[in-house]
């Protein structure tokens, strides 16, 4: 079982990704003092590196190495055996280090095509034991549901009226938490700011009342496409995350419904700049933002690009383009919903489909949900609540018999070595850009890949002897190779 090193909300924002050659782990940036956690079980090596890492807490697992940099104080002592999750140390600012921050990297001992063997950090906590996306959106808490989040290894879940005083998902990491608001939301979002401020402050009580809960969400499906309301729905959450930051609270803003913003990309664009302020508040108080995506079979599927997911993916990437990223998202309601498309509604899976087919579409949401940059959750529409969405009912049965094909999905992958055949059929297919290959050839390495960043190209090279990787970075003009810098 894998951890994150550090609890999300803790987090400012994550200043550096994964990003070689130019950064090897992931930057958090945090105040110094934060709780540092193991993220594997293994045994602990403490260094002292003042010109990189500082003081660090390093986990062997045997076949990995897990560090933890730039740390103020160790909690742990030489050789001892830690598990996943126990606090190691408090992050710090110390060796090569611009502000105070947690480098995570992992190295893989087999080594890998980067320096030391590192390898991507967000892959390696995914996979085995790392948190799992799909959870429930919970109408009703019950205690099958914290039994359930713990066996498939859920990073939150989402409950909407919770029974309050106590906690109710000892063994989820983090809780979304809705108190129904909707006869009055209206009200506060036309009051702009000074209503976003209002509703935090009226709902502060009510919501400590929750003790587990992490997040909290503000008004549920607010207008998004008027232009009154897109400025109203602005200020209201500008409002609202300045309010939060007065009591150290964090939220889950936006909360839009499925397809909304709506229109054409155009539209879209220009709508999601008449949010941009408050989407940019949210990603520096280190808030989430809600977004509803449903599918209905006969119509798209989870990864539909109208009203699912691969409309979700879209509007990140929109962000990416106005210069946001970084940005947690909850798609804090998603799964069949027969009233999309213009659709009567309340027509859930169990009247549109079967369990079979929509298992292997959650599945599939959860697969395709990976690779969305900045997606946090996916909660399932609805657990627990009979009545009139009762046709949605994620009920125990149906939802124990998700959990081993969504953590089928963890099982690592077994990568073949590359036959020299596939590299020369590779050469063949990429003979648009021979440049970088023909430089590997002419000093006698091995091409691997290559990638473009800042006006040039580099390529990754295997050279035999001695054995090790370079990169070769070549101006664009002449194709002449202007650096050729050994890992
Ligand atoms: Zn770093």
Redesign the pocket.
């Known amino acids: 079982m894998r951890h994150l090193p550090i609890d999300l909300v803790r987090v400012v924002r994550v200043t550096?990704g994964w990003n070689p050659p130019a950064?090897y782990?992931t930057?958090y940036s945090c105040v110094v003092g934060t709780p540092i956690y193991a993220a594997t079980d293994g045994v602990v090596h403490c260094g002292t590196d003042p010109a990189g890492f500082g003081t660090y807490v390093r986990v062997d697992t045997g076949t990995h190495l897990a560090y933890a940099?730039h740390l103020w104080t160790v909690a742990v002592r030489e050789g001892q055996q830690v598990t996943a999750g126990q606090v190691v140390g408090a992050s710090g600012n110390t060796g090569n280090s611009t502000g105070p921050?947690l480098?995570f990297?992992v190295r893989d001992k087999a080594g890998s095509p980067w320096r030391y063997g590192a390898i991507d950090p967000g892959l390696w906590l995914m996979e085995d034991g790392g948190e799992m996306l799909t959870t429930l959106h919970v109408q009703r808490h019950n205690d099958w549901q914290n039994l359930w989040a713990r066996d498939v290894g859920a990073g939150w879940v989402k409950c909407v009226n919770p029974p309050t005083g106590r906690v109710l998902y000892p063994d989820v990491p983090r809780v979304l938490v809705r108190f129904w608001t909707d006869d009055r939301d209206a009200a506060y979002i036309h009051e702009g700011r000074a209503g976003g401020s209002r509703f935090v402050r009226e709902m502060r009580d009510q919501w400590l009342s929750v003790p587990d809960a992490t997040a909290w969400e503000l008004a549920n499906e607010p207008d998004c496409n008027s232009n009154e309301g897109l400025a109203q729905l602005n200020e209201y959450t500008i409002g609202a995350i300045e309010q939060a930051a007065v009591y150290g609270l964090k939220l889950c803003v936006l909360n839009l419904p499925e397809a909304n913003p709506s229109g054409d990309e155009a539209a879209i664009r220009w709508k999601w700049q008449q949010l941009l302020p408050a989407v940019k508040r949210a990603v520096q108080g280190g808030h989430w933002i809600g977004l509803h995506a449903y599918w209905r079979p006969g119509v798209e599927g989870p990864t539909g690009r109208y009203h699912a997911l691969g409309r979700r993916a879209f509007d990140i990437g929109v962000w990416r383009e106005l210069g946001i990223t970084g940005a947690r998202v909850l798609i804090n309601e998603c799964g069949i919903d027969g009233g999309i498309a213009d659709n009567p509604p309340r027509e859930g899976w169990r009247t549109l489909s079967d369990a079979d087919t929509y298992r292997a579409q959650i599945v599939e949401a959860e697969r395709y949900a990976r690779t969305i940059p900045g997606v946090d959750a996916l909660m399932l529409f609805t657990a627990d609540y009979l009545g009139e969405w009762g046709s949605y009912d994620v009920d125990e049965t149906f939802a124990r018999s998700l959990i081993a094909p969504l953590r089928a999905l963890n099982a690592p992958i077994e990568e073949a070595p590359v036959t020299s055949t596939e590299l020369d059929a590779a050469r063949a297919r990429l003979g648009r850009l021979p440049a970088t290959m023909k430089s590997c050839d002419m000093r006698g390495y091995t091409f691997r890949d290559e990638w473009f960043a800042d006006g040039f190209f580099y390529a990754l090279a295997w050279a035999p002897v001695p054995q090790r990787y370079h990169v070769l970075k070549l101006e664009t003009r002449g194709w002449s190779v202007v650096e050729d810098s050994a890992l």
């Open positions: 550096q950064h782990g930057d940099a921050h480098h990297e």
